[in-house]
């Protein structure tokens, strides 16, 4: 008979008192002894094999759509006039839009953008070259993807300031603050509703090269998106391309400058680019977890999980486990690990536009190891809250 995993013998972490560190070092202590451990909300797993058992159980659903019930608030007032996000669908409906919208998200589709991304970081890296320092997040981290995400979409970039403010505002979703940041949520989600279905309109009158236009001509044996679900992918392309993408820029060039000889090797060989991406987003990720919870009984290594049980995959332990990664609290973008990294996710879930999030952050390293071969910390770094769910340096000054 399996054991409830409320009566399972397992430590307990204190997610609540403990800063992300904490959290990392609790896990790597226990978790030769223990695959899980218990938290004030839920469980958290300790290993990388688990975290991908987990992940792709198609019987564990993201929770992202208890995030307004965990804080206290009515979820209807998400529900009223929105279609549901493709990051909280799951089952046929959600295996239906991936498959319907996966060919506009193949790497080949993010390296035609390469052009226009090298573009972006010059003119960023231009406007600062002669002060000789920078603070990293302003300058660079926040600007850097909302021109792409505009070029993606088929919006002008002069409308670039608008798309990240509406960015910003959508992902207070994840600061842990819903009942304060509701107001500013649900205002930025309707002017961007707004925005997206009048664009829709103009591409299906006239197409063009983007991927709205795309998106209006797929079509799978006579399935299409209806506009609904557009207006819904655009908002999803907006959030998952915006505060990841510089966040986790954020945080790599807070690594490598806290890490010179990493940088050399990367000033000495751009080819490192790609492993760089993948080491730095491996070793400081910018998303630290993610939350699934038991649709129905579920039992697995012989322990029950009754329907609505909250687990808690740490994906920032299971990078650093050593049944998954050699040596792995060693920084080494010269490596090349056979094992993927756990920051895009795992499972039907996994980052769909982590193609072009891969292209954005090799551009903009490639290039800022061109122009800043002597790259330092110029002052100390100031972290975003540890309740942020996208999470990285909220101040990084730097000097070349």
């Known amino acids: 008979m399996p054991i409830p ?4 013998d397992v430590p307990e972490i204190d997610t609540w008192s403990l800063d992300r560190d904490g959290i990392l070092a609790a896990i790597a202590e226990i978790r030769a002894e223990h695959w899980i451990a218990r938290t004030p909300l839920g469980h958290i797993l300790t290993r990388h094999e688990d975290s991908i058992a987990i992940l792709r ?6 929770a992202i759509s208890l995030i307004p019930q965990m804080q206290g608030i009515d979820g209807s007032v998400f529900a009223e006039e929105r279609q549901p996000s493709i990051l909280a669908m799951e089952g046929d409906a959600h295996a239906r839009l991936r498959r319907l919208v996966a060919p506009a998200f193949t790497p080949a589709a993010a390296d035609r953008l390469r052009p226009f991304m090298r573009s972006v970081v010059e003119e960023l890296v231009d406007a600062v070259a002669d002060a000789g320092r920078c603070e990293f997040v302003s300058a660079i981290g926040e600007p ?3 021109p792409i995400i505009c070029e993606l979409l088929g919006a002008p970039r002069s409308d670039w300031r608008l798309f990240s403010d509406w960015a910003t505002d959508i992902f207070r979703i994840f600061n842990g603050a819903l009942a304060e940041d509701l107001p500013a949520i649900q205002r930025a989600g309707a002017e961007l509703q707004a925005y997206v279905r009048e664009m829709i309109e103009r591409r299906r009158d006239t197409p063009a090269d983007d991927l709205l236009s795309t998106m209006i001509a797929l079509e799978e044996a006579g399935d299409r998106l209806s506009t609904d679900e557009l207006v819904m992918l655009a908002e999803a392309v907006l959030m998952a391309g915006t505060d990841t993408t510089r966040n986790q820029l954020a945080c790599s060039i807070a690594l490598f400058a806290a890490n010179p000889t ?3 090797r990367l ?10 991406v993948e080491e730095s987003m491996r070793y400081l990720g910018a998303v630290r977890g993610t939350v699934r919870f038991a649709s129905e009984p579920i039992e697995y290594r012989d322990v029950l999980f009754p329907t609505g049980s909250i687990v808690n995959v740490s994906l920032a332990g299971a990078n650093r486990d050593p049944s998954g990664f050699d040596d792995p609290e060693s920084l080494d973008i010269a490596r090349e690990r056979t094992t993927p990294q756990m920051t895009f996710g795992s499972g039907i879930h996994y980052c769909l536009g982590a193609a072009l999030a891969r292209a954005e952050l090799q551009e ?9 071969p002597n790259l330092e910390l110029d002052g100390d770094v100031e972290w975003k ?5 996208i999470w990285g340096p909220a101040v990084l000054p730097i000097r070349w």
């Not at 995993?5 to 399972?8: C, D, F, K, Q, Y």
């Not at 159980?57 to 993201?62: E, L, Q, V, Y």
């Not at 809250?385 to 769910?389: K, L, M, T, V, Y």
């Open 262 to 264: 990493q940088w050399a």
């Open 364 to 372: 903009a390293l490639t290039i800022l190891a061109e122009r800043w």
């Open 267 to 276: 000033v000495a060989d751009p080819t490192l680019a790609p492993r760089a």
């Open 144 to 146: 850097y993807p909302i």
């Open 5 to 8: 995993i409320s009566e399972l």
């Open 57 to 62: 159980d198609r019987r564990f659903h993201s």
């Open 385 to 389: 809250p540890d309740s942020f769910g």
